[in-house]
């Protein structure tokens, strides 16, 4: 039994709410328990410098916590004048993520910016905003399928994210913050719906693991992204 | 009678949630209509330099704006390096707006910095801005006081803040992000329960303003900024 | 009397003179007592990027101060690396108070970039500012009449600025540094010759105002602003 | 057969030479093939303010390419004002593979700071510098115990790094540049001479990956990790 | 005879008004015909870390210009948030001549900081600074034995500078922008009373320049600053 | 006799190695005793905005240390998020010492970009990465002769650097890190092969020289870039 009640097993209380801002495309309050994010998807009719007249699309990302998401008030980004180096790993992860289940070239010459903004940091955040953007995404694809900019939807098939650790020796799925920093192992799983890895993401804390742990680790992060794809379903069938 | 169904003297729908994020001191979500803040106001034990010794605490604010926040996307801060003109001028403002009705001798050698980020904007940021982050500075200090680390709460009185303009040479208050992008005459006043002010903002847009006009606006503007803090003592109440 | 011997509602010594600095299209030294101020309008041929194509011209402004313009010598912005929320405040209203007078459909597809540059700062920079940039804008327009690039001057009416303030609870006109830094309240009106405002901005710095202090204020600001309009329109005529 | 001959399960050439730079107090260059990288370790007195008086030492890394180290040039990041996302990502993932190995109470409080500065890239520059960056470490930590500063040298096993990929559907073992831009996955491991993870990242450039693919591509990594692991062994017992 | 009317061994119309801004502890604006630079210098109680506790004070100086010092308008170095090469390389030329004439060991733990501001350029503003600058430092070293802080003033001899260059095959003194901007060598000598150099300076902008020519341009060089050495007495006499 | 045996008349230990880097149209490293740079040429395609169309090339350079090329570590100019002025001095020393030698109209409107990169100092850097940089220069521009891009090596003679110092009185030749940091004046000239100077940089870091101590330093140089140039036809004609 965790702190917060659940198994080992369990995931946190999972909410994906849609049509979250007004103003976006596409734009969801996605928790993993405590943690929450607002993702928006804004659809811009340019594509980056590198992908001009190749016919292709570009989805990528931004991410960024308010500063009292977290238990302890943190310097804005903006005040220090540029961006840290956990902003942009976890960016850069969400953009690779979301490219990797859409089919830019049906896209077309056009970029969706996916913005994962955290208003209360918990444990998870890159993986909840994973989850949360690929519903954002979906949402502001079907606007453009709506208006007729595209024909059909290009998403190959869904994608969502969880944490997995060893803590106190123990495999635990979707680490709340206090797991997470008391945690030996953590490992972010991103999975598609076919059950196929599109990111994996492992970092001995305290001490490097075994074979066999990161194969337990495996098991259970993809028991829970098959809960997430489930949620997600729906959630977009709504 | 406006776009919106309102006449030219009302308030938009207002709402102040508190104890919006778990982690702050302080926290609202507040609501103009459509314009969404969440205001937090985070207790720090020290003072900047130049108040260090002197037995005074202080507060000031820092102002953003989720990035879709507005009606198509605006690039941030952050990635650009430095803050804007108009977020300095706003954040600036609030600091001096919760300044005026604290006692910071009071507050003893501790700051409490206030973070109003927009997640929605529809006009009138930073009159919703001021209006919530009185509420959620004056819980943080309800804090102190219950954990004993001061004796009672130091605020002399209330502050809250509105717009009011002329548009189509019509006299309006607390102004939408349609009729304001149209106004000829854009002013903000901030006024404290015993119907004083502490600042006074007006801006010819397009046409400068005459004595007696600006006489008008500032009337509109009392009688909103009274309905405001009727709002805010109902909330602080419960 | 005050200090330096002048009475509540006097102005200091003011000077304007034009012509300064051989490079600028339009030039002028302007002073309010001990503080004064290079003001130089750059007419320049293209337009900033949302004005692009609209037959519409600009006009905008930059300020600074000298390192040692001030008592204690204050750390360049250009080594700190950026622009603080001071100088943004400024530069914004004094652009803001010459597009107000201008007419920028007239004035074609060009930009005029008044920078003005503190030497020496004894309080007012923001108002001798907005005073001294009126007449170098002037003679700028005045050259592109004169070089045929225009027909008229494309100025609609003169603008100038004061500061007034409430000092030991007596309201005083056009506050040197000492008399600004113990002020109760602080207010800047810029104001037009037709009389009417461009921009009020009123703080309370240590005590809020009420709604009759505001309009005595108000007042004197007027009576001040119509003796330094006459003061332009003297050089002017030179 | 690969286009540079080798076949799909062996390294390049590694070479690992040491005390490179006479200033530093550990430095190698290390090739893999035509990817070289000097690494210096850098002994400091002091350790980051969030370590200060736990006496706890502290091991961390800079990553950076020469401009023309890449096949076209490259701006300076120093140029650019700013580092980039796949910088930092790549220096933290040098600096907590070290520290995984490293005790860093044995340390004592001081810092070792790494740099890993690319001269010639041709793939597998993080996994290069990761390989080398450990022997700059155990020469810099060995000075420290043959001047009496510690006693023991604190490192509790070797580490090194490999990068491992699927190249048109077959799985290669270090990728040279040719074949990681065109890889379907790329995976890389950094494993300690226990053979256990420290990390592991997998990113799916194409197309997502299975289970028994991530089996395989872990199998050949670790291969290789071994042979790097005798390689440092034999150039740290010369 | 060039254009200005001077022959080509004579400088421009030199001149230092001393006392120029009331804050300062030393100041001139110093002209070299159309150049003018405020020369400020600035008493500060400290000096850099790498100083501290050496019983030593420093000397070092900032240079900018104006936005529009020059014919056409140069963007603000604080607005482009960087300092650019050619200020960088002034500055320190100015700090490096103040220094080698000033006993710093006498002058105590305290740093003089001159700042360099030119209002309005027409060539040779680095030699126009170190000459203005050297009578602002001496004031307000004199202002330090006045106080009594200091017993003697800390100044071993006098320094000044001036350019030369070819223009057209001819040796000129002091060249304005015109003369600078086609000269073929552009050399600049810093010299002190003793007629010992302090820096030199010399750069073939279009031809390199023999061992003949460097002595005739040095000889020119040595002959006008003589004359500027004798005009800072003739002023600090006054 | 020198520290490292040397008489006063004589250069350091002297290497050129041409083709260090494989990516780059040109590539050295260059020794100067203990000092040693990569200097890379990279042509490009297009040239600076102000050369625009006009049929004319150019040559530029940037310089830059690693972290630990110095005895004790510096920090890195891409984490301070700006180039010093030093690193500004340097790199433009250098372009115009390459661009003296060159023929930019028979260069035909393209770019090189020389980059210096010490990877260990120990004094004159600055020269060793001209004497250097003209190496890699003439490399890749006869790269252009091979490939037909154009007819002839566009390099009117060659250019090479050296510094020369005062050092407890007496006058040497190429000073190491040891010798330059105790010299009383320092040096720097880069002359042609025709014998005629490019740049003179002369500065008393202690003690201003006279007129003929500035000619025995000449004499001096002028003996030592001859035997550079002579080192440099040499490893040209390999």
Not at 8 to 19: H, P, T
Not at 31 to 37: E, P, R
Not at 79 to 96: A, D, M, P, Y
Request: hydrophobic share 40%.
């Amino acid at each position: 039994m965790r702190a917060d009640g659940r198994d080992a097993a369990s995931l946190r209380d999972i909410k994906i709410v849609r049509n979250y801002i007004k103003h976006a495309e596409g734009s969801v309050l996605v928790s993993f328990g405590d943690t929450k994010v607002i993702c928006t998807a804004s659809v811009e009719a340019s594509v980056p410098p590198f992908l001009r007249g190749k016919g292709s699309g570009w989805v990528t990302a931004e991410y960024s916590m308010l500063p009292r998401a977290t238990h302890s008030r943190s310097p804005r980004e903006a005040v220090k004048g540029k961006i840290g180096g956990r902003t942009h790993e976890i960016q850069r992860l969400i953009g690779r993520s979301l490219r990797a289940v859409t089919d830019l070239t049906l896209l077309g010459e056009r970029s969706v910016l996916v913005d994962c903004d955290v208003i209360q940091a918990d444990g998870g955040t890159r993986t909840a905003s994973i989850t949360g953007a690929y519903v954002a995404l979906a949402d502001a694809l079907r606007g453009l399928v709506t208006e007729g900019a595209i024909e059909a939807i290009p998403l190959r098939e869904s994608v969502a994210a969880v944490s997995v650790g060893i803590v106190n020796g123990e495999v635990l799925l979707d680490l709340n913050y206090l797991e997470d920093s008391s945690a030996e192992v953590d490992m972010n799983f991103v999975m598609t719906s076919s059950e196929r890895f599109v990111e994996v993401q492992g970092t001995a804390e305290l001490e490097p693991f075994t074979v066999s742990q990161m194969d337990e680790l495996r098991n259970m992060a993809m028991r829970g992204i098959r809960q997430l794809i489930a949620i997600q379903n729906e959630v977009l069938a709504e």
